[in-house]
């Protein structure tokens, strides 16, 4: 990736008998590109710290701590909104990995598990773990998204509640009572 910083490491040069340790803090320039390329206003701060610890003779665990301040954008008011990440990332690259071959597939309760790369770009898995800790849909303290109806003019506007099966039963029910009162 250009524009970004990189943070390559090469799993054949890892000692492999003990845990490696790492740390990524990337600087203002490299943290608005970060920022740019998830589509967030900023990252105030940015830290991927852990270690790469051998499983075995060929496998690896990553194991780190994600930090992060990042402002994005209310979907409701357009205001800024801080976010504070903290969470906890792990990753097992394993040397015989093998993908599934169906052209469907169920996504497995483990998502964690990759195949063992020749390099890994420590940066890149801070940006992915990253995009998944950020709120999809941020929205500032007290906000709620409001209910926009739509229809032309002069017609009732049709509810989620006018789409359910027995929506107009209880109308009918009352309709009937009132029938039989006369």
């Known amino acids: 990736m250009s524009g970004f910083p990189q943070q390559i490491v090469r799993f054949a040069d890892l000692p492999n008998r003990k845990r490696t340790a790492f740390s990524v803090e990337p600087d203002a320039a490299a ?13 105030r701060k940015l830290r991927f710290s852990g270690a790469l610890l051998p499983m075995g003779k060929n496998d690896w665990h990553l194991e780190a701590a ?20 903290d969470e906890t990332v792990t990753r097992d690259y394993v040397a015989d990995f093998t993908p599934p071959d169906a052209a469907e597939v169920e996504m497995p309760e483990d998502d964690t598990t990759d195949p063992l790369p020749a390099t890994l770009d420590l940066v890149e898995v801070m ?31 049709m509810r989620d509640e006018d789409t359910r099966p027995f929506a107009g039963l209880a109308d009918l029910r009352s309709a009937l009572a009132k029938k039989d009162e006369t």
């Open 31 to 43: 943290r608005a590109a970060i920022a740019e390329a998830l589509g967030i206003d900023g990252l």
């Open 66 to 85: 994600l930090g992060a301040t990042a402002q994005q954008v209310c979907v409701v008011t357009l205001e800024p909104v801080i976010t504070r990440v």
């Open 127 to 157: 940006m992915e773990a990253l995009a998944l800790a950020l709120p999809a849909y941020p929205r500032k303290d007290g906000v709620e998204t409001g209910t926009a109806v739509f229809t032309e003019p002069g017609k009732a506007p």
